[in-house]
């Protein structure tokens, strides 16, 4: 079984501030992790995502997330945010990546950018 | 990335009508596809799972009466709302598994309004 937990629901940080929005999940097996971010009235889009390898990882517009297995965590780090990162971001964690499983959802961390 | 695309994006419709929700992806073939509810600054709630030429798989508490969905092929899913009332109001969300990697891809969404 695997969960989710974003701890934050509500994160405000100033223009050009470092943005941090922790993810720590729960899984019986080696998980697939993901970030995705949500605009006003719109669907997911993938930001990032962890499947093997290199624990560190690099998505779009200079968001990174670090998979950390001792600690279960997988929190996404922006060095300097901008006003278009305001968003919803959720955390997902999955199995293997096949068909038949599911992907859990964090309840979701809004992002507020303060000029 | 892969596209997945909803139509119609918004849809107002008087109680008691029924309300068909597409959901295509448009450059890859997806045999999974997953239907979401989601409810204001909420996370995503999985209603169903729909695979190709089969019967969806409901969660728990969804309604298969009411929100009824075909997977005809293996890049259209649809999800009608049967005898749509006001609580049935929500922004729906779709997302496509991509047979060749598992990666997640997420439609724009489709908010409906039962007056």
């Known amino acids: 079984a695997q969960s989710v937990t974003q701890l934050g629901s509500h994160v405000s940080v100033s223009e050009g501030a470092l943005v941090l929005l922790r993810c720590n999940y729960s899984?019986?097996?080696?998980?697939?992790l993901f970030w995705y971010v949500q605009y006003p009235n719109q669907g997911l889009q993938l930001l990032l995502k962890?499947?093997?390898?290199?624990?560190l990882v690099k998505g779009i517009n200079g968001f990174e997330a670090e998979f950390k297995k001792s600690e279960t965590s997988f929190h996404l780090t922006k060095p300097s945010a901008h006003m278009s990162d305001a968003a919803e971001y959720f955390c997902a964690v999955s199995g293997l990546l096949n068909t038949g499983n599911q992907f859990y959802f964090g309840t979701g961390t809004s992002l507020t950018v303060i000029p | 990335g892969a596209v997945v695309s909803q139509h119609p994006s918004w849809v107002i419709c008087k109680s008691g009508t029924s309300v068909k929700i597409e959901c295509r992806s448009l450059d890859f073939q997806a045999t999974t596809m997953f239907w979401y509810r989601q409810f204001p600054k909420q996370s995503l709630m999985l209603m169903a799972t729909?695979?190709?030429?089969?019967?969806?798989?409901?969660e728990q508490g969804v309604e298969k009466d009411k929100f009824l969905i075909n997977h005809a092929s293996l890049t259209l899913s649809t999800l009608t709302v049967t005898s749509a009332h006001p609580e049935d109001s929500s922004f729906y969300i779709c997302s496509a598994r991509t047979t060749a990697t598992g990666e997640l891809f997420f439609g724009e969404g489709s908010r409906l309004t039962v007056l």
């Open positions: 899984s019986s097996v080696p998980p697939y």
């Open positions: 962890y499947t093997t390898g290199a624990t």
């Open positions: 729909s695979n190709e030429g089969s019967k969806a798989t409901y």
